[in-house]
DNA sequence: TTGTACGCGTTATCAA
DNA sequence: TTGATAACGCGTACAA
């Protein structure tokens, strides 16, 4: 920077401004000192701003370990609204993993205790927490997706799963389906609590009773998607009283669930109707296309940041705590009705 | 740092040496300082470390914005496998996207030039350059994945592309195919140039004419596998001599090429022969089998971030500069001999 | 093994 | 509108 004051015949400061601040600075000179900057190839260094200013522009996203790349293909299209809502604003994106060891905990708490981060997108359910120091009270403004974490009083942008869950299930008992087979994911999961929920608050309105659902799966994470399938597909095989309709909560395991029961001989929607969650664009071309409650992710995305942009700058913090975006169902070949 | 320091009765620069270099104080001081930032939930400020020692500890990651989630879902499993190796080696990863425009280009160099990261890893064939400032003679170490930029002095890490098509044609050719239809992603890539050399190479060593195989797609970027399959099955029906095997780019477009085929009545492997490249999880549960060339992107991602940080060491610059991590042929029942 | 003192490259304050 | 100067929090010579 001194260089290019020189250069400029101008002031130290005075390049600060026509940099940091062109409004404060005359046009003239401020043409100057650009002229010089471009020449000597000059760019302001991002460490030195942020220890005078105290403020870091990086946005730290925090991912769970075991959720990665299951959630079936839905974080990279998360990472890559978030991203791109961020550079707008002036913020980079960093991408922390929270495994369940000390390690990981201890890590997000340095990028966030250090300094390093303005502010943090979490998707994960537990709040980083070691020896006294506890991401929930490090001050930095926090946005929780995906999961509603709005009892730990983290602003949540969610989307209806529950609602979305009890719409599709009604509709299957609409076209006549009276048994019913839950695919589940991570058990007491938040997912699993609220879809689960939505199939039988649906079951109750229709007056039926809950045990007309069977539930398979819940003790493997979402990161093997595809196993939970192939293993659910063995727990139906076992079943004497057949499910007519499959409500998963994941396309990937609703993609190899259809798979190895069609191997078995039944056809769907034929013996079997099948939806599953997400929305994934594969779901299109599977045979038969597959019905699935497609995910807000990129409207999600772009939620989460402009709350959390709105708490960095104080601008009012939105008392609603909790942002929910409306899933679409989308009906494909893979639902009709039962066998009479 | 000052208040850790009267806590523990020393002065600021033992709790510096304490905190950043363990091994140059007494064990016996070092327990006290560790004591005192306990309590007072002290964290050493990364900005200002950054400053002083004039490094960031933070990697980018360079995502051309077009294959941002195209590439087949290949991506996140690379974000994943880099992030973790670099926090082994105690470095943060920051995801930079490069689109065509100017803006984002400017962005990363001010990321590169402004001190704010280290080093970078690139899925870009494009080197950012503006205004005389360019990221190649940033001085930052880069290495370059998936794609090879040796050429332009890049340490490269790319997998045997043209080799394993080259393989899978010939093994296509034994099989008894003639006539072959080759699924393109974005045309003049490094990748399609790589894979359709393959084929064209297969071809010429089993004496055959290169007119046997017809292009299809090619004006469509990666983000649109899906759509790219659809298209070319449109194309395909329009053939009046029907190639008997496929070799698609992507798993995407082969899903949905193989979605459309079907409709029209052929079947696999009996009408026609499907492989395809990347090995997404999701070929094993479609109907049929899809063969699929599995790129190995962990062992790739791994392997950059070894690169990187042995340059960012100044360990020894290794002199090759092209590291093949070899893919792998999965072959399913996608593949089969042509009817007679 | 520990302490003193300086400087990393900025921006903010204040005075001119 | 511009310039001089202090301070952000740390690491590292160098001296003790």
Redesign the interface.
Known sequence: MADVARLAGVAISTVSRALANPGRVNEKTRAKINAAA?QL?Y??????R??RVGK?N?IMIILPGSL??GAS?V???V??SI??SL?QGGY??????LDRDEV?ER?I???A????VRGAIILSSKLPEV???SLANSGLPIVSMLLDMSDAGLQSVVTNDREAVRDVTAELIRLGHRRFFYLAGPEGNYHDVERYGGVLEALDAAGLSEDLVHRSGGHLDYQHG?DI?VQAADDFAELTEKPTAVIATSD?MA??F???I?RTGLSIPGDLSVVSFDGS??C????PPLSTIKQPVEEMGRAAVDLLLDAIDQRQTTATVRTVIRSSLILRESVGSPKS
Chains 1, 2 share one sequence.
């Open positions: 471009r190839g760019t302001p260094n991002a460490m030195a942020g220890l870091s990086i990665y790349y293909q974080i990279p299209q990472l890559q991203n791109k550079i980079n994106l960093m991408i922390a993993n990981s890590h708490l340095d990028l205790f250090g300094g390093s020896d006294g120091r595809f399938g990937d993609i190899s259809v798979s190895r069609q664009p594969v299109e071309f599977c045979s």
